[in-house]
């Protein structure tokens, strides 16, 4: 699933591992500075990130976060060492069988297994169980949702749809019930259908001892009775809410949000390398981790404490690593922010993200006339854009042509030959004051005020829209992420950060309803390719089929707009070896346990 950069996307029982993401916003205590230095096992390292942690997970839609995702990676929540899998700086697909392990059965009907290691455990010294592994699949699943949903809104109009997914459940939701075998720790999905994500469905995510208790369940043991004696949802005969079920979600979609350190430790409990220590909200605070105690796996960490600060301003980055009060920054690239680091020596990595920025138009009343969208995208004037924020570090990157791919994969030469969006290579003015005809709407813009970047896109789009008679207000806003999708605002600049694995981006943003389609986009056709993805296996030819046609599609419909690709920049100061550079959701800490201080 794709992430927003500041945000992430994927279902949770798919885990990080095939959401896209929300990318870059900016979000102040401090923790100590880092002990580096020291040439000795133990020490602390500190990460400086751009995001502000907001949440312990990343999987809903309200927490869809490139850095909750990177606690959910440390702490194994569905993604990273202590889940079942993760994602390697080339994005290929590790097994992790610290805690459990997944087979192939069978592939026609496809059938895969699930086999819980007998001494697997969460890091408060619970042992782990069949439950855990049931709980997540009957989130991802939609098991017992009876809703009935708008299929051109995607709003739900009757019935109950419990559990709230940043992605979906495309996948799971055709699986029967699973077999369960308690002395061989074994949980088995029958899939009705195919389905090409099969291998990234991770069953390890938050426990059910944690659930059972915050849901008011005497046990995990009545926990897990509990789901299998409640009947599966049936839309076509929907009942009252079921108050456990309710209890149940209502824990899945808020509880794992913060705002500060949370005083129930048990939000805390981790299958991971890394258990969440301290935490303090927002731009120039922090979250710290510390090694898990029950930690089994063969990859361990060689420093006690890793610190994740959040730093918006790059310059701020460079000043902390300077000095030494953080090891790692991941700034938002720019020719000062190169020249600044190399000024002082820093060691600096460079390389394309899977992310990229783009304009999202609302499918509301301001824009609900296609000549008006059109109009709208024919001001946009990305060429600028580009040579505002990303040609001072990237002199040979171009202007973004495809929703669907970055220009450093290789099917992004096939989209761009067919989905038209090159066509907006520069600002139309004329074509757009004659579609308007003499109209003036008025448009609000979202947008993370505290990013740079974003700034200067909105101020270019304002001032060029003007010119054919749009009037663009700034509803940009420090808090953007909590707001996509509110219905306060007419157009949004954001970023997408993908995982470089699966198609759960295509239901998750493209289909009607999806758990990141924060613009109410609708398309029938779209929606048919999308489900027609999730079934497709082995055929990567159709797949691309299938994403270049959506992506002209949504041109067609004057979607919105992809304005670049964003380059990616990591710098140490020569405190820490194995840095190795990741242009996914994880970012540089996606190997620590091959982290090391310098003496």
């Excluded at 699973?178 to 291998?199: M, S």
């Excluded at 605070?285 to 361990?300: H, K, L, M, T, V």
């Excluded at 207000?473 to 996509?484: I, N, Q």
């Amino acid at each position: 699933m794709m992430r927003r950069r500041g945000r992430a996307i994927a279902g949770i029982a798919i885990g990080a591992a095939a959401m896209v993401a929300l990318a870059g916003c900016t979000t102040g205590g401090t923790p100590a500075p880092s002990d580096s230095g020291t040439g000795e096992a133990g020490g602390t390292i500190s990460v400086a990130q751009t995001n502000a942690v907001t949440a312990l997970t990343s999987a809903t839609p309200d927490t869809n976060l490139n850095t909750n995702g990177m606690v959910d990676f440390l702490t194994g929540n569905a993604t990273g060492p202590g889940s079942m899998l993760y994602l390697d700086e080339e994005f290929n697909i590790v097994p992790d069988e610290t805690n459990a392990t997944i087979e192939l059965i069978s592939e026609e009907p496809l059938v895969v297994q699930y086999t819980l290691d007998p001494e697997a455990v969460w890091s408060d010294g619970t042992a782990m169980s069949m439950t855990d592994l049931l709980l997540q699949w009957a989130i991802g699943s939609g098991w017992f949702d009876d809703a009935t949903i708008d299929e051109a809104t995607g709003e739900v109009t009757g019935g109950n749809q419990y559990f709230q997914l940043a992605g979906s459940t495309a996948g799971l939701d055709t699986t029967e019930f699973p077999e369960i075998d308690e002395e061989a720790r074994t949980l088995t999905l029958n899939y009705g259908e195919p389905y090409v994500d099969w291998n990234l469905v991770n069953l390890i995510g938050k426990p059910a001892h944690v659930f059972a208790e915050q849901a008011g369940f005497e046990s995990v043991e009545a926990l897990h009775t509990f789901l299998e004696e409640t009947p599966a949802g049936d839309p076509e005969n929907p009942i009252e809410p079921n108050e456990q079920l309710s209890a149940l979600a209502e824990f899945w979609n808020t509880g794992y949000n913060i705002t500060a350190m949370p005083e129930d430790e048990s939000l805390l409990v981790s299958a991971g390398m890394w258990v969440v220590k301290d935490f303090q909200a927002d731009d120039g605070g922090f979250i710290s981790f510390e090694r898990n105690p029950e930690w089994r796996g063969e990859q361990a960490p060689s420093f006690d404490e890793l610190i994740l600060r959040f730093i918006g301003d790059p310059n701020a980055q460079i000043t902390a690593l300077q000095n030494g009060e953080v090891d790692v920054i991941e700034p938002q690239p720019s020719a000062d922010t190169v020249s600044a680091i190399e000024a002082f020596d820093g060691t600096l990595i460079q390389g394309p993200q899977l992310s990229y920025d783009h304009l999202d138009l609302t499918f509301n009343e301001t824009f609900a006339d296609p000549a008006v969208r059109e109009a709208f995208l024919l001001t946009i004037p990305r060429q600028a854009i580009l040579e505002a924020v990303v040609t001072p570090v990237d002199p040979e990157a171009e202007v973004l042509n495809s929703q669907q791919f970055v220009a450093n994969q290789p099917q992004y030469a096939d989209a761009i030959a067919a989905n038209g969006y090159s066509d907006y290579a520069e600002p139309d003015i004329a074509r757009a004051t004659e579609l308007l005809a003499g109209a003036t709407p008025t448009v609000s813009i979202l947008y993370n005020t505290a990013n740079p970047n974003r700034v200067d896109a909105f101020q270019l789009i304002q001032a060029s829209a003007a010119e054919a008679g749009f009037i663009v207000e700034d509803a940009g806003s420090p808090d953007w992420s909590t707001l996509l999708g509110s219905g306060s605002y007419d157009a949004s600049i954001f970023g997408w950060i993908s995982p470089g694995a699966g198609y759960a981006s295509l239901p998750q943003i493209w289909q009607t309803g999806g758990g990141g389609n924060y613009n109410n986009y609708s398309n029938a056709e779209v929606d048919t390719l999308a489900d027609e993805s999730q079934v497709t296996i082995g055929d990567e030819e159709r797949l691309t089929e299938i994403q270049v046609e959506i992506d002209r599609l949504s041109r067609e419909d004057f979607y919105g707009l992809p304005l670049f690709q964003v380059p990616g920049l990591v710098a140490t100061n020569g405190t820490v070896d194995g840095v190795v550079y990741n242009g996914g959701q994880t970012g540089a800490i996606w190997n620590t346990w091959e982290w090391s201080l310098v003496g």
